[in-house]
């Protein structure tokens, strides 16, 4: 059974720093693509980071381009989103998904993700 645990989310003062981690069992992880999405209040979800398990390729949403980092252990099963330079809108629940494809549409679209963590609160205040 693939499950999909994320942590390290919490509260955080604009300009700061949060490392979540996503741990994955029931799969191994140069098989697919793991991507982050987050969803603000009110608003749909959006795909902000992803990473191909075969090659290491990444991809980010201009939202975060510059300022997320995602990378993944493969002996640990484990996927990392560090976040540097956190913004107020930068507030959202956090998520890890597995695609059996390589990051698909650049890791945008939620559909093109099979399994899903239970997702992390960021909140970031000015």
């Known amino acids: 059974e693939v499950q999909l645990v994320e942590s390290g989310g919490g509260s955080v003062q604009a300009g700061g720093s949060l490392k979540l981690s996503c741990v994955g069992s029931g799969f191994i992880f140069e098989d697919y693509g793991i991507g982050w999405f987050r969803q603000a209040p009110g608003k749909g979800r959006e795909g902000i980071a992803c990473?191909?398990?075969?090659?290491?390729?990444?991809w980010y949403a201009d939202s975060v381009k510059g300022r997320f980092f995602i990378s993944s252990d493969h002996g640990l099963n484990t996927n990392f989103l560090q976040m540097t330079s956190l913004k107020v809108e930068d507030t959202a629940v956090y998520y890890c998904?597995?695609?059996?494809?390589?990051?698909?549409?650049?890791?945008?679209?939620?559909?093109?993700?099979?399994?899903w963590g239970q997702g992390t609160q960021v909140a970031v205040s000015s």
């Open positions: 998904a597995l695609s059996f494809e390589f990051c698909p549409n650049y890791g945008a679209v939620t559909d093109d993700f099979d399994y």
């Open positions: 990473i191909s398990g075969s090659d290491g390729s990444t």
